[in-house]
Nanobody, 127 residues
């Protein structure tokens, strides 16, 4: 069993920055890839960024590439999402998820491949 808790969301003006954190408990964090997803009202959950268990594979959605950065600290069981140059279209609830497969060498962008999810943190970007 893995519990994920996101934090760091809030209200920010366009062009601003936020740093999201996702703390995991359960003991298996370091063996799994982690991903960040977001869901806006009336839309499906979409992939934002992911990092393999080793950090050797990182994938970003095209819409955030160059603006967002994902990182992880296995010693702290925490994954981060640094969001810069935020746009109103980035407004959504952001979720972190844990990949269902241990030791996967590549990042999967499919929500169904993630077993555990946090409760989400709201990010609102005003224009």
């Amino acid at each position: 069993q893995e519990e994920l808790v996101e934090s760091g969301g809030g209200l920010v003006q366009a062009g601003g920055s936020l740093r999201l954190s996702c703390a995991a408990s359960g003991g298996s964090f370091s063996r799994h890839a982690m991903g960040w997803f977001r869901q806006a009202p009336g839309k499906e959950r979409e992939f934002v960024a992911g990092m393999s268990w080793s950090g050797g594979s990182i994938v970003y959605a095209t819409s955030v590439k160059g603006r967002f950065g994902i990182s992880r600290e296995n010693a702290k069981n925490t994954v981060y999402l640094q969001m810069n140059s935020l746009k109103p279209e980035d407004t959504a609830v952001y979720y972190c998820g844990r990949d269902s497969m241990e030791w996967r060498m590549v990042v999967t962008t499919t929500p169904g491949e993630y077993t555990y999810w946090g409760q989400g943190t709201q990010v609102t970007v005003s224009s």
